[in-house]
């Protein structure tokens, strides 16, 4: 996609003319500005927005490109509105990844980092609780009440947790159980008459959470004026039950057919009567034994050895091995695992960047150019046996392309040659190759390249 795009400067400051015959020029300037900044989007005025259909506009990793600009979103400010006065709805904020901040939530970001508000009409009885210590991986439930006390109804419009390590469920005065996760934007959850109460379950999940003091909040969203945002403070301590040593565990590129095998230690820091029962999450392309045995620093520790079999898909995997104990506190230990298993089909380009993608890089026009394609198949017990190869491309007609059989379901060359008729500032698309193969069936190679006239 072609990057392109201007920048208006506006003076400001210092930079402000200081004779009044200027005035006139630099009106024009900002009216100028704010005509450009209307058409910001492409949908008017200036240059043309890309299109994701121009095959000539060079792809990110392809022609080298300036910076684009970016705008961030501007914040809304809401001026107060006296209490029953109809105020329109604050979307739901989606919970976030562990440890990151909730997203803003438009007028209520003052209300958020304001002291509470002991005369507002929605309330916790008791805001804020403390789990006390908290195992690593170790799960903890807690429910908070939110009423109305004020004289009429309120609506509750959002209930965001400010972390994605816990779970926000929340019963409505009828008994509904509704999922903020779920509840549509833009819409009011519920309604609380004078004297009615919701309930707010969280379900913490500590897993990954470094060691040490933690506060989390759950942010409820109103229509009392006095407090729109409601905070519900949860404070914990997280302790070191166990460590695992490495987590992720590691298996590098694998060569699918093979095997191979890793060792991960479960240290028993707190809990040392801890056993492994059995599995809750175990792939069935993983076969795992393990036994108690000191760690290498001679810690007491469960030693872990993670066999990756044969039957291992072919791609970047990365599942869970989520084991079950004998624990009450610490039910479940989880180690993470990666791997890279590769196809015993190997498509060599020759490309030092990217070994699977073709770089013509500058034709000068009315000549040609030739890149190939080498296929090597590591295992003569599953034949790699091409079918077809094709070019899908708005230039296919000046690219032309020829498969090579050196050896059977073992090797094959393609050829790739541009035609001295290929007239395109950038162009690009994809090889096409079918195979009888059951890893590979088919496998796309992109290709790109410049034509450059004197």
Known sequence: ?????????????????????????????VLLGLAACGHEDGSGGGQQAPSAANEDAPQADAAPAGAAGSRSAAQTVVAPVAEGAARAPVPAAAPQGNGAPA????????????PPDKDAAVF????????????????REHTFTVGNRGAIDHTIRAVNPTCGCFIAEVTAPDGRAIDPRKHPPNTDMMTLKPG???????????????VGKLQKQIIVISSDNRQPALR??????????????????????????????????????QLTDL????WVEKPDFFEVAYEKSPAPDGSPAIALDVTLLPNAPVG????????????????????????????QVVFSTGNQINNERIDFEVIPFGESRTRSVEITNASAEEPYVVESVEIESKYQEQIKVALE????????????????????????????????????????????GWVKKS
């Open 1 to 29: 996609m072609m990057l392109g795009g201007s920048r208006i400067r506006l003076a400001r400051g210092n930079d402000m003319p200081s004779r009044p015959e200027m005035l006139p020029v630099l009106l024009c300037a």
């Open 103 to 114: 997203p803003g939530l438009p007028g209520q970001l003052d209300a958020v980092t304001s």
């Open 124 to 139: 916790s009885p008791e805001p804020e609780f403390d789990f006390g210590e908290v195992l690593q991986g170790e799960k």
């Open 196 to 210: 009615e109460e919701a309930k707010v379950k969280v379900e913490l999940n500590s897993f990954g959470q470094r």
């Open 232 to 269: 519900l403070t949860l404070s914990m301590t997280i302790a070191a039950g166990v460590q695992v040593e490495p987590n992720p565990l590691q298996f590098g590129e694998v060569l699918r057919g093979q095997t191979k095998t890793a060792r991960a230690w479960i240290k028993l820091k």
């Open 275 to 278: 056993e492994i029962t059995g």
């Open 316 to 343: 970047y995997i990365a599942p869970a091995l989520v084991a079950k104990t004998n624990n009450a506190r610490l039910q479940q230990v989880q180690v993470q695992l990666y791997a890279n298993v590769k196809s």
């Open 405 to 448: 059989e050196l050896e059977r379901g073992m090797r094959y060359k393609i050829t790739l040659t541009t035609d001295p008729s290929l007239d395109a500032r950038f162009f690009r698309g994809i090889l096409k190759v079918k195979a009888e193969h059951v890893d590979t069936p088919e496998k796309q190679i992109h290709f790109h």
